[in-house]
């Protein structure tokens, strides 16, 4: 029976590793134009920030890919081992559906451990250094900061545009205040120079303009605006020092580090602190992922083919689909209390409940 259990380990590792790499790559390629947008405006970034951006993504992507991946290795395999009588062969042997797919449950097991340990320790700060890399960037070359043509989004509540540029002369700049998250990202000033000279502090990590013939444009909470001739103004600064005060997010902190802040924090307003909560416990329940697909996967694949139907693969990846919007409606809770963390559990008792049931069924026939 051991050679059985490497011979039925082996297959599921090798494709799951096969479908991981074919999932992330395209995950990473998503990402790369939605968040690394900003390294490829203007003059083209070192190779070596380029391969740091790929590295910061990819631990946040396999946390999505694996138990994707996985779920289709165990289906893949078990229809393949079904169709050729393998599992017949087993069962004539004396082995049960449940010890046939031990191997499964192993890596489950260690594929779970995986995403918990990439989901608390590892994905946190890789999406924070996908910021600090895109500020790198602009560290390496600051004067590509301000190429004429292009709407610059690299600061995380400003977007400038300047429509000429000689030397460190600028002409037609153009700067959009948006706010931020509290604010719904709502415009709340506007400034636009006729002229600007370009100053750059590489001590400070500063930009520095100093307006020629600006004009500025505030906008207030009923969208009223008013516009102030401000003449000259010396400088305007853009700051990209790395060790600047950020907004602190849960998902850029470990469970550690979140523990030790909302302690540390007792007076936290509650929409955050609820945040923090349910960050932590998203991650502990959507670690299971794996092992709940194993208990879904294995019955599935085994019927799927014996009814030379596709009607179990599809199932499965129905049950798959739904296990991550359990996630995504639970995210959208704005209370930490017993029905938020009930719903970021129910998949895993669901998949539980219905692996039970559906190897039993297997078992009988």
């Not at 990473?28 to 203007?42: D, Q, T």
């Not at 600090?132 to 301000?146: M, Y």
């Not at 002409?171 to 931020?180: F, L, P, Q, T």
């Not at 636009?192 to 303009?209: G, K």
Request: glycine share 6%; charged share 20%.
């Amino acid at each position: 029976m051991l050679i059985a259990d490497r011979h039925v380990g082996k297959q599921i590792l090798g494709t799951t590793v096969f479908a991981v790499i074919i999932l992330s790559g395209v995950f990473l390629l998503g990402n790369i134009f939605k968040e690394a947008r900003p390294l490829f405006v203007g003059k083209h970034p070192s190779p070596f920030l380029v391969f740091q951006f790929i590295l910061s993504v990819l631990p946040f992507s396999l946390m999505f890919t694996i138990p994707f991946s996985f779920l289709a290795a165990v289906m893949l395999v078990f229809g393949r081992l079904s169709a050729d009588n393998e599992i017949v062969a087993m069962r004539m042997a004396g082995r049960s559906i449940p010890r046939i797919a031990a191997p499964v449950f192993v890596i489950g097991a260690l594929l779970s451990a995986l995403c918990f340990w990439l989901n608390v320790e590892v994905a946190p700060r890789s999406k924070a250094n996908v910021k600090n890399i895109l500020l790198e960037a602009v560290k390496e070359d600051p004067n590509k900061f301000l190429d004429p043509g292009v709407v610059q989004t690299q600061l995380e509540n400003k977007r400038i545009y300047v429509r000429d540029r000689k030397g460190d002369t600028l002409y037609g700049v153009h700067i959009h205040d948006i706010g931020n998250e509290q604010n719904g990202y709502k415009l709340k000033s506007y400034i636009y120079a006729e002229q600007a000279e370009l100053f750059i502090d590489m001590v400070n990590n500063e930009l520095q303009l100093k307006l020629v013939n600006a004009t500025m444009e505030t906008v207030d909470k009923n969208g009223t605006r008013s516009p102030v001739s401000i003449g000259e103004v010396e400088p305007v600064i853009f700051n990209f020092k790395m060790d600047s005060k950020k907004r602190v997010r849960a998902s850029y902190l470990s469970n550690k580090e979140i523990a030790e802040y909302l302690k540390e924090n007792p007076d936290l307003v509650k929409k955050k602190r609820v945040d923090f909560v349910n960050e932590v416990t998203h991650r502990r329940s959507f670690s299971l992922a794996c092992l709940a697909f194993a208990l879904i996967g294995v019955p599935l694949g085994i019927g799927a083919r014996r009814r030379e139907t596709s009607t179990g693969f599809a199932l499965s990846l129905g049950i798959g689909l739904c296990y991550f919007l359990f996630h995504i409606f639970a995210n959208q809770s704005k209370d930490a209390n017993t029905t938020t963390a009930i719903l970021y559990w129910m998949p895993n008792v669901l998949a539980l409940v219905l692996g039970i049931i559906l190897f039993r069924r297997a078992r009988s026939r």
